[in-house]
């Protein structure tokens, strides 16, 4: 599209409903801020300039709806007196002229770039402005959008509506594109005689009408249009974000077997024939790749899982594992900034932390990384086809190297060469019959005891 657009995008809240400390936009749909959920949908719609109206939290709200591509400028609103007033904040930046100036919500984040673009098309095959509504389930509350002969009369908000113009569903969302050339001259317009004593944006439909305007409305479903004020709503968005994302992911290939028990992260990657199973979380900075299974009430964050290898049930990876080609880390393990090699199995009840595994290892059930001393982290270094049995601690800094073994229940503190078998333990000794006298004495301190209270 030819024409150049600023993006108008009001986000001054003040989370009063929200009962929150911070700005109601930055509070996060799958890992995100809301606003930078807005920010990308219009850098998508191929928006490259954009204006912030931001009260609360400015200085973090602007951060974190400044991407890279998109030149974002943000102003400060510091009176609230109605959307119309909003607008009219960026009178500097809408002044510079565009074609088409794009009003939308920092706290309505689930807009699809495609509905942006549907509202430019229709400015761009004439009309000066352009409202999305929506059909509404319970228009309560809602602006009603009075249409006669295709064209879009008037926005009636609930508190100035009619008995009749209250029974219709036709609503709106407050997302419009307006002609840029003329917004600044009818949001100067905009007047306060109203219920509420406040300058409605909605207004600028009659008033862009009195001086010859065209003023249209199309649709986008309501869901998309869904806005936020309390924190059961928030709930309400990030439901409806999930729900979305989980069908897309499996129209491309990916198996959920319960997908209402999966979370995502915005960035979560999950490549064609991945499976998930029931109860699985993702933070954000994950990336599975084809025919990784991810077992049931696993957590995943900033991990990388490759093709063929398996988690879970029951396993956590933190930021900076990698799972190579056919690993498998098993239920109750964790793994934080490891490197666990091709084929290379950390099967149960395990930690592996700040480590590097090599290809076709086991790791036995218990053994840890023992990689803190309580000021710093240090690695260990596992070469490949090594065999740590059962109950070991590896105590780092520390490296065992290709082929070695080490016996269970050791504790190693020094490095293993290559196909090596170290013991880390005290030499078992039997004590034939001793285990009666020891009960026998446990057994003489129990009944003393007793007699005593």
Known sequence: MNRTCLAVILAAGDSTRMKSSMSKVLHPIAGLPMIAHVMTALQAAGMQDAVLVVGRDADKVTQAGSLPGLQVSSVLQTERRGTGHAVLTARETIAKGYDDVLVTYGDVPLVKPETFLAARDKRAEGADIVVIGFEAANPFGYGRLLIENGELLA??????????????TRCNSGLMVINGARALEWLEKIGNSN?????????IVEIARAKGARVVAIDAPEEELAGCNTRAELAGLEALWQKRRRHALMLSGVSMIAPETVFLAHDTVLSPDVLIEPNVVFGPGVTVESGAVIHAFSHLEGAHVAEGATVGPFA???????????????????????????GAKVNHLTYIGDAFVGAGTNIGAGTITCNYDGVNKHETRIGAHAFIGSNSALVAPVTIGDGAYVASG?????????EALAFGRARQEVKP????????????LKAAQKAER
């Open 155 to 168: 926005i009636r908000e609930e508190k100035d509506a009619s008995e009749d113009e209250r029974r219709i």
């Open 195 to 203: 219920a509420k004593g406040e300058y409605y944006l909605t207004d």
């Open 316 to 342: 956590r990876l933190r930021p900076g594992a990698n799972l190579g080609e056919g690993a498998k880390v098993g239920n109750f393990c964790e793994v934080k900034k490891a490197e666990i090699g091709a």
């Open 410 to 418: 050791s504790v190693i503190t020094a490095d293993v060469p290559a």
């Open 433 to 444: 019959e001793r285990a009666t006298a020891v009960r026998a004495r446990a057994l003489a």
